[in-house]
């Protein structure tokens, strides 16, 4: 573990030493987990993202660390001291702490992060999700390419987040500490909540749609009693120049599908389909016809493979499919 690790305190060996003792197999999981960090540097380099050593150790010291999922691989940690090398990289341990560990070990699909005591940015890739748990106790399920950031929260202050992309929030209400979500130009706060916000840079306007509780919109140089507020069920969009449309009586199955691994599209047009696919999928999808990009179309997938969302998609719009390794293209 010394050896894989490096940096220990005198108190990380007598920790260490203790872990040792009471794991029976305790040299073939040092032997994994020195696999998993050689498996980060050839992915990241030299400087990988996931600084797996320190966020080890601080488990190990009992320090608090995130919660992680990639698609595809929920986490259920349980194991007592394996668990800090989990909660690094985002896998699932079981108790024994090898099986699912070794599969790991082979893979490179995992969410990017980084903190320290000062900030904390969390960071997920195409083809990713990541689930954080906030100091405060709040849980943040961010969608693939999502960032999330914010600074060290002082005792009594206002609590806030920088979110770029989609985010589902759970929130710990305190309303001697209220929680904002800053969002392009938009600002978000809960007033006893779950609700999630989608703001990517391209997007022509911030959406915020209500599962339960309330939620205050508003631009985000407004005061911050002047927000429109929002109940379970409601959808309100916010664009660049500030105009505010509600909705509501929403379907929350659908329009919260991609919590369950599901793309739900109702009247919607291909070109928001396919940066959606591209984004939760890893992949570059072309149109050959450039008019068929505006055209509204209802669709559903549901743990389907690539391969086969993309044939759906090109039955449905009366294309053809043409694939090379991550590329398609529909003529």
Same mark, same amino acid.
């Given at each position: 573990?010394r050896?894989?690790?490096g940096?220990e305190?005198s108190m990380d060996?007598?920790?260490?030493?203790?872990?040792?003792?009471?794991?029976?197999?305790?040299?073939?999981?040092?032997?994994?987990?020195?696999?998993?960090?050689?498996?980060?540097?050839?992915?990241y380099g030299s400087?990988?993202?996931?600084?797996?050593?320190?966020?080890?150790?601080?488990?190990?010291?009992?320090?608090?660390?995130t919660k992680?999922t990639?698609?595809?691989?929920p986490?259920r940690?349980?194991?007592?001291?394996l668990?800090?090398? =989990? %909660?690094?990289?985002?896998?699932c341990?079981?108790i024994a /702490?090898?099986? !699912?560990?070794?599969?790991? @070990? &082979?893979s490179?699909?995992y969410?990017?992060?980084?903190?320290?005591?000062?900030?904390?940015?969390y960071?997920?890739?195409?083809?990713?999700?990541?689930?954080?748990e906030?100091?405060?106790?709040?849980?943040?399920?961010?969608?693939?390419?999502?960032k999330l950031?914010y600074?060290r929260?002082?005792?009594?202050?206002?609590r806030?987040?920088?979110l770029?992309?989609?985010?589902?929030?759970?929130?710990?209400?305190?309303?001697?500490?209220?929680?904002?979500?800053?969002?392009?130009?938009?600002?978000?706060?809960?007033l006893?909540?779950?609700?999630?916000?989608?703001?990517?840079?391209e997007?022509s306007?911030?959406r915020?749609?209500?599962?339960?509780?309330?939620? =205050? %919109?508003?631009?985000?140089?407004?005061d911050?009693?002047? /927000?429109?507020? !929002?109940?379970?069920?409601? @959808? &309100?969009?916010?664009?660049?120049?500030?105009?505010?449309?509600v909705?509501s009586?929403?379907?929350?199955?659908?329009e919260?599908?991609?919590?369950?691994?599901?793309?739900?599209?109702?009247?919607?047009?291909?070109?928001?389909?396919?940066n959606?696919?591209?984004?939760?999928?890893?992949?570059?999808?072309?149109?050959?016809?450039?008019?068929?990009?505006d055209?509204?179309?209802?669709?559903?997938?549901?743990?389907q493979?690539?391969?086969?969302?993309?044939e759906?998609?090109?039955?449905?719009?009366?294309l053809?499919?043409?694939s090379?390794a991550?590329?398609?293209?529909?003529?």
């Open positions: 573990m050896r894989s690790f940096g305190t060996a007598d920790i260490i030493a203790a872990w040792r003792k009471e794991t029976p197999n305790h040299d073939r999981i040092e032997a994994l987990l020195q696999r998993i960090s050689l498996r980060s540097e050839v992915i400087s990988p993202q996931i600084d797996v050593k320190r966020n080890v150790m601080m488990r190990l010291r009992g320090e608090r660390t992680a990639a698609i595809g691989f986490l940690i349980r194991s007592r001291y668990v800090s090398a =989990a %909660l690094a990289v985002g896998v341990v079981s /702490g090898v099986s !699912l560990l070794e599969k790991y @070990a &082979g490179g699909s969410a990017a992060y980084s903190d320290n005591s000062l900030s904390n940015e960071v997920t890739k195409r083809g990713e999700t990541a689930q954080i906030l100091t405060d106790g709040s849980i943040v399920t961010l969608g693939p390419e999502s950031q600074s929260w002082e005792s009594g202050s206002l806030s987040v920088n770029e992309g989609q985010g589902y929030f759970k929130i710990v209400h305190n309303p001697s500490r209220p929680f904002v979500v800053y969002t392009g130009n938009a600002a978000v706060q809960e006893g909540t779950e609700f999630e916000v989608v703001s990517f840079p997007d306007s911030v915020v749609i209500v599962k339960n509780g309330r939620v =205050a %919109l508003r631009q985000k140089t407004s911050i009693s002047s /927000g429109t507020v !929002l109940s379970s069920r409601d @959808a &309100g969009e916010l664009n660049r120049a500030g105009l505010l449309t909705r009586g929403l379907d929350l199955q659908e919260l599908s991609w919590l369950d691994r599901r793309l739900v599209f109702k009247s919607v047009q291909v070109k928001q389909v396919i959606t696919l591209e984004r939760w999928h890893d992949i570059k999808i072309e149109v050959a016809d450039v008019n068929v990009m055209q509204l179309i209802t669709v559903e997938f549901s743990h493979p690539i391969s086969e969302v993309v759906q998609l090109a039955v449905l719009l009366n053809q499919v043409e090379v991550n590329r398609v293209r529909l003529y």
